[in-house]
């Protein structure tokens, strides 16, 4: 019906400040859709359900959050690695402290006063472990792309399911460290990349980059976008995982 609504104000190729603002309200009513799946995912996960946490703005939102909640339960990786110390990162690291006791998670962050701010605020497993990581700038493709220095002779292993929230967002080829990663790695076993913001032009730009390598790798690579009042893209050679 939205849909059908936006297309009467279609003036000369162009959508008026109406048809933009019911595009507003079509992404929030997705995202108050979204708590409420998250909020049913979780019942019956006690450590989760009482958890404080911040969603939205900085942090990912509700559609985000039911990916990281559905992906581990359903998938269980052995091996996280998450770009970014946040909201998330609280909740990945709750979760395998409680439902995923042999699981490892390392986090990248660049920022070592918020490091020292969430360490004392909140007890993270002992199984999860942040790096802190200072930030540069790579030239991808005549773009000036924010990276984490030496990102890709640091995280040398597998890791069956990465979570990229970060560093901060580019112009074009946003969050690029994936890539020399993907290039490095024979992608022969299950995995799951969950990439943030896919509504933003610079990481649409990464996941095709990243969508085109794994498929030169394997054949059976998958991709599904969820999105609230922002989107989050997962790629992965478990298909089911897309229909979550």
Request: with cysteine; proline share 3%.
């Amino acid at each position: 019906m939205l849909k059908k609504i936006k297309q009467l104000f279609y003036i000369n190729g162009k959508v008026d400040e109406i048809a933009h603002q019911i595009s507003q309200i079509e992404s929030k009513i997705n995202e108050n859709i979204w708590a409420n799946i998250f909020h049913d995912s979780i019942r019956g996960y006690s450590e989760l359900e009482k958890l404080p946490l911040n969603i939205g703005r900085w942090a990912g939102n509700y559609s985000f959050f039911y990916i990281l909640h559905r992906v581990p339960t359903d998938f269980k990786p052995k091996n996280i690695l998450e770009l970014g110390l946040g909201e998330s990162s609280k909740f990945i690291s709750k979760y395998i402290e409680f439902y995923l006791p042999e699981t490892k998670h390392p986090i990248t962050e660049h920022d070592e006063v918020w490091i020292e701010i969430l360490t004392r605020k909140f007890s993270f497993s002992n199984r999860t472990q942040i790096k802190k990581m200072d930030l540069g700038n790579k030239i991808i493709e005549s773009e000036q792309v924010i990276c984490y220095e030496g990102f890709e002779h640091v995280f040398n292993e597998f890791y069956d399911l990465i979570v990229i929230d970060a560093p901060f967002g580019s112009e074009r080829y946003s969050r690029y460290d994936i890539i020399p990663y993907i290039e490095k790695h024979n992608f022969d076993c299950d995995f799951v990349i969950i990439l943030d913001d896919t509504n933003r032009i610079g990481e649409q730009d990464t996941l095709a980059v990243i969508l085109k390598l794994l498929s030169i790798k394997r054949n059976d690579v998958y991709y599904q976008t969820f999105s609230g009042n922002k989107s989050s893209t997962i790629i992965t050679n478990k298909k089911f995982l897309t229909s979550l």
